[in-house]
Nanobody
Framework: QVQLVESGGGLVQAGDSLRLSCAAS????????MGWFRQAPGKEREFVAS????????YYADSVKGRFTISRDSAKNTVYLQMNSLKPEDTAVYYC?????????????????WGQGTQVTVSS
């Protein structure tokens, strides 16, 4: 079992930055690929970014490529999502997830554990 707790969300203006954190506990953190997903009101949950278990591979949705950066710190059992140049369309609940695979997984179905989510609101 892996427990995930997100933090760092909030209300910001367009163009601002935020860093989300996801603290993991339970089974060996380094054995899991990690991902960030988001869900806006009335929309389905969508993939944002993922990182392989080793941290050597990352993958991003086209909508955030060049603006968001995913990273992980195995010593702290934490994965981060640095979000720069935020846009109103980035407004959503952001979820952290863990997948028992080595590669940077991109689909919901590959992830085994999910956090409760943190709200990010970007005003124009």
């Amino acid at each position: 079992q892996v427990q995930l707790v997100e933090s760092g969300g909030g209300l910001v203006q367009a163009g601002d930055s935020l860093r989300l954190s996801c603290a993991a506990s339970g089974r060996t953190f380094s054995r899991y690929a990690m991902g960030w997903f988001r869900q806006a009101p009335g929309k389905e949950r969508e993939f944002v970014a993922s990182i392989s278990w080793s941290g050597s591979r990352t993958y991003y949705a086209d909508s955030v490529k060049g603006r968001f950066t995913i990273s992980r710190d195995s010593a702290k059992n934490t994965v981060y999502l640095q979000m720069n140049s935020l846009k109103p369309e980035d407004t959503a609940v952001y979820y952290c997830a863990a997948a028992a695979v080595v590669y940077a997984a991109v689909s919901n179905g590959e992830y085994d554990y999910w956090g409760q989510g943190t709200q990010v609101t970007v005003s124009s």
